[in-house]
């Protein structure tokens, strides 16, 4: 396993910025997604991905190794559990080319929202049917297609998450147990999604906060990493703390809480 830093962790930062603080950290990759300043030019990447994706891997000093995808332009909008929308393959189709492009093993999208007129099974019904496209195209292009299991999305519990992937073959997760713990499950109830992850995003937490200082906040590392390791995953852990005005990550300070967590890996690997 080795260490990336998300992109958006840094949002006043530009993405060359951004990469010339994660390599300051003794850090060689980072993840890239759509927000803050960082951010990458969402309609390059679905209009001119092959040409985008070499400039971007060109010029970035550090390895991209995961895209975080968002079909919309929030969490609700076209999102994955609403009536399926072939629009998302095409746009899958032209994400997976920037991902090869610029030698992105990865790509993450959310699993969707319950909407109006929804039940969950019926929200997981949709999801499931629209991921298995997603992900056959990615395995064509031999990009991995996950899901991240988030707070208020379609999938609010371990059970449900390992549902769903059951029901999408070759699909994973982007493991995250701070969306887990902040809704108030154990860290044993959320370890065994180690068997089903392609990659990985850590960040302290404790129950009702998704994000807490290092010092604050319940989750075990050390067993984390551990767990990993015996479940046979030796891709990227990302450290993904954010600071968003209006929340309460505004109160952190990103970059010690960086540190600490790459110190705290460090300290596991030896």
Known sequence: MKLSVSSWS???????????VVRALGIEAIDLGYFFKPSLDKNRVLADPEAYGTEVSASLPVQPV???????????????????????????????????????????VLPGMINPGQSRSQAIDASAEALKPLVEAGQRNETAVLIEPHLGSILNSPDITQELVQRVP??????????????????????????????????????????????????????LFGTLRDSGYDGWVTIEYEHEAGTSSQFDDVLSETVKMRDCFRAWTG
């Open 10 to 20: 840094f949002p006043h930062l530009t993405l060359a910025e951004a990469t010339e």
């Open 66 to 108: 995961n895209l975080f995808h968002l079909f919309g332009e929030d969490l609700e909008d076209r999102n994955l559990a609403r009536v399926r929308d072939p629009q998302h393959l095409a746009d899958m189709r032209s994400v997976l080319k920037f991902a090869r492009a610029a030698s992105i093993p990865s790509v993450f």
């Open 170 to 223: 070759g699909l994973n997760i982007v493991l995250d147990l701070s969306h887990f713990i902040a809704m108030g499950f154990c860290q044993t109830d959320i370890e065994p999604l180690a068997s089903i992850t392609g990659h990985v995003h850590v960040r302290q937490a404790r129950p009702g906060l998704i994000q807490s200082k290092m010092e604050e906040g319940i989750i075990d590392f050390p067993g």
